[in-house]
């Protein structure tokens, strides 16, 4: 055998693929991390477009499993039926639901920072920490930059989910998140007794401690507050 083919069956092995998935979706999340925590700028750096084209890779991977997860073949109907009968298979999936959802939030959060024309004030949060000698009394917060910001991190949170999809694979932690799963129920029902007495005593504090105050989003936020 030659040794391209030796090495073509060693690499289409499914243990080995499975590890190197694991360890490029690693790196993934650590340059995800990196750009969130100390190169996030008005301007998409290189480690960003590289992040771009990464999670333009995983959409192309949705795609190719929307066209093979219908149980039917194409020589059965239409190509639009094929279609809708994937999209249906693949939504189906809570993953993939959590793969759509990163995969809006990244590319929303990556495009609103173009639509920043001026520079940023000294004073703004995505400026001060870089000027050691900067004397500001206020912070000042841009507003596109800061849903940018803020997008892009619930796309991390998404993509870090997406970690016990690989757990599951586990002989101990995979039958562990099933069972986790499956109390989700119970722990939704056990919430909703606790919201009551929750609620109850926010009511009664918040009566006793500020009665008759004027502001009504104060009233509210101390209910639940405390």
């Known amino acids: 055998t030659p040794p391209f083919m030796r090495f073509a069956l060693f690499y289409s092995a499914p243990r080995v693929i499975f590890t190197t998935h694991n360890i490029s979706f690693a790196i993934f999340l650590t340059l995800f991390a990196r750009v969130l925590l100390l190169d996030f700028g008005t ?27 219908p149980s039917i ?28 959802l990163g995969f809006v939030t990244f590319y929303i959060g990556f495009f609103m920072r173009f639509g920043i024309q001026e520079e940023l004030e000294e004073c703004d949060a995505y400026m001060i920490y870089q000027n050691e000698t900067s004397n500001c009394e206020e912070m000042t917060v841009n507003k596109n930059m800061y849903w940018s910001h ?4 619930i796309s991390f949170v998404l993509y870090c989910l997406r970690l016990l999809h690989i757990f599951t694979m586990s002989h101990n932690l995979g039958p562990k998140l099933v069972m986790i799963r499956k109390m989700m129920k119970d722990i939704f029902v056990l919430l909703a007794i606790l919201a009551v007495f929750i609620l109850s005593y926010g009511v009664v504090s918040q009566a006793l401690l500020y009665p008759n105050h004027n502001d009504v989003l104060f009233t509210f936020r101390r209910m639940f507050r405390r």
């Not at 480690?47 to 929307?66: S, Y």
Request: net charge negative.
């Open 73 to 100: 073949s194409k020589k059965q109907g239409a190509f639009v039926h094929y279609i809708r009968k994937g999209l249906i298979e693949w939504i189906t999936d809570s993953w993939n639901i959590i793969d759509l």
């Open 43 to 69: 301007k998409p750096s290189w480690t960003e477009w590289v992040l771009f084209f990464w999670v333009f890779c995983f959409v192309l991977e949705e795609i190719r499993q929307i066209l093979e997860a």
């Open 150 to 153: 803020g997008l892009m991190c």
